[in-house]
């Protein structure tokens, strides 16, 4: 990530605008700050995907602030509203470079423009959807755009990155919020580990979404544990000698987590 830093800062001059796609549900864990220092005062247009999975009413008080900086699209890239929402955003961009030129005499070329957000979060379906076809790859694997490439979309380029996570994880919660979203790969970390502080996560934000499959808050290693003995109990996951399989509660509690919708994970302020 260090490298990739570096790089940007070398290339900054080259581009125009700056897209920040960040996850609808972590709007703040989702985001580098020190993106802000690397695009200097240059435009930035945040677009804040998978938006159908989030709290909008609380997702907006975060677009608010990130407004103060540049321009909010809320949106889910997969919906039949996002080409427009997205080109627009940018050809209004460049319309606005074109008549600032025009009085100056200049031409306006196309904008260059850099996609940057954490692996996961769809910058290359962004692409894809303005290019209007499978120029760049796509999967729910974090990481998996591994070299650059520039996309010609008429009035801009796009630029496409490898994900750059958060330089430094400050924190388990932060890791588990990354990981419940998939920008952290599920294999590379302990699966008791991650349960402990997804379990947490939704015991703090959301202990509705436990009640509803039967289970409490708990912050204690050991209550968790026995709310997934307990879960394991419900959906009867036995194993020989009448043990519970505590791997496939695990797993079937992870895709329920990963899959929950109204959700936001984050605070305001958080990276302040």
Partial sequence: MAKQFKLLKEKQKLFDLFIILLDSRIPVSSFNNEIYKIANNKPILFVLNKSDMSDIIALKDFAKEYEKRGKVVITNLKSKLAYNQINNALNKYYQELKIKNAARGKLTPALKCVVLGVPNVGKSTLINLLAKSKVAKVGAIAGITRSEQWINCKNYLLLDTPGLLIPKIENNEV??????????????????????????????????KLTEIGL?????????????????????????AGK?????????????????????????????
Avoid: C, H, W
């Fill in 175 to 208: 890791g588990a919020k990354l990981a419940l979203v998939g920008s952290i790969r599920y294999e590379s970390l302990n699966r008791n580990e991650l349960i402990v502080e997804l379990y947490k996560l939704m015991s703090k934000y959301y202990p509705n």
């Fill in 216 to 240: 409490t808050s708990a912050f204690e290693d050991e209550d968790i544990f026995e709310n997934i003995t307990l879960f394991a109990r419900s959906k009867n996951l036995l194993l020989s």
């Fill in 244 to 272: 519970y399989d505590i791997n496939k509660a695990i797993s079937m509690l992870i895709i329920y987590f990963k899959n929950l919708t109204n959700v936001l994970f984050d605070k305001r302020g958080q990276n302040e």
